[in-house]
């Protein structure tokens, strides 16, 4: 059983074992109701469904959270509003995360929640004469100034033999415009995940192909709030964990949400995201002049929060 105190109310939660060895997560009111608390959710789209379906199975409102989404375009917009208060906790990758480190904000990731393996693809014009990943050679090709985006790139044309130097590579503000710049001609291809690869390929329907690769590195999405919030209202974020254990939960019972592409939604920290995010950091520093020392990313991850109502699921040396 496990208790969490807020103000003057404890409640409790129990795991429950049902059939099958799965734990149900039941909320017990022990003295009086709980008072209803919101929590602000920055994220990106393509995990928005997600979130979304468990606010209508009110998996969070079992917790006493009155949870409401703000959807973004990139983790890295989700990071800015958690920086400016617009949200309490967001949900960003690898890259944005690294980016955080470097510029010292007060980050500090609670939980990863999602693996991809084949998140980022290319999306390119056939009536370019674009039929196979080395025909992007002195082609178009354009990436969103986003590093996740842009590590992934670098990483798959390496798989051909290829570095962006030899391609027209163009670096643009905004992932949101990159659908259209392909649909006017303005680029022959570009990087990106969904929804914008599939917008493109709507747009361009025959004309469009698009390539992939499960071979490189994953990408893994992290719930992150800032040290106040780990230290002043430990008890909301406790909540919210537990509601994204029953998702998992839920989803494991066949009553979840399937997510797109190669991807795996799990609760937990383990080693794998360190050396994810050390991976990318080397990377991003060896491209910045002078270049910077690697940030100890131990020091933006709070693994007492998780470790504190599931301790099995933190298999993080820390």
């Known amino acids: 059983m496990i208790r969490l105190a807020h103000k003057n109310v404890w409640f409790a939660l129990l795991a429950v074992v049902v059939a099958g060895g799965i734990f149900v997560l ?56 958690l920086d400016k208060g617009e949200v309490d906790v967001a949900i960003a990758g690898i890259g ?8 010292q904000k007060d980050t500090r990731i609670l939980t990863s929640v999602v693996t991809y393996t084949d998140l980022y693809m290319i999306v390119a014009r056939r009536d370019r004469g674009i039929h196979h990943p080395t025909d992007l050679k002195q082609h178009k090709l354009a990436v969103a100034y986003n590093a996740t985006m842009r590590y992934f790139l670098e990483n798959y044309l390496l798989e051909f033999g290829m570095t962006p130097q030899d391609t027209l590579l163009q670096v643009v503000p905004n992932v949101d415009s990159l659908p259209d710049m392909l649909a006017r001609g303005e680029i022959d291809a570009f990087c990106a995940r969904d929804p914008f690869v599939s917008q493109a390929v709507e747009k361009l329907g025959e004309q469009a192909v698009v390539f992939k690769s499960q071979g490189l590195p994953s990408n ?42 190669f991807a795996q939604y799990h609760v937990g920290l383990n080693q794998e995201l360190v050396i994810q995010l050390e991976n990318h950091a080397r990377w991003q520093a060896a491209k910045t002049t002078p270049r910077p020392t690697i940030p100890n990313f131990m020091s933006h991850i709070a693994p007492s929060i998780l470790h504190g109502i599931a301790p099995e699921r933190v298999t993080l040396i820390h």
């Open 96 to 103: 944005p995360l690294v980016q955080t480190a470097f510029d």
């Open 220 to 261: 893994t999405l992290n719930l992150t709030t800032n040290s106040q919030w780990v230290s002043q209202r430990p008890d909301l974020l406790r909540r919210f964990l537990l509601g994204l254990i029953q998702l998992e939960v839920s989803g494991e019972q066949g009553q979840g949400v399937v997510l797109p592409g």
């Open 26 to 81: 039941v909320s017990l009111p022990s003295v009086g109701q709980p008072v209803v608390e919101p929590l602000r959710v920055g994220l990106a789209g393509n995990l928005y469904p997600l979130l979304e379906e468990a606010i209508g199975k009110k998996i969070f409102s079992k917790v006493f959270l009155d949870v409401t989404l703000h959807k973004h375009s990139t983790g890295t917009q989700s990071l800015v509003a």
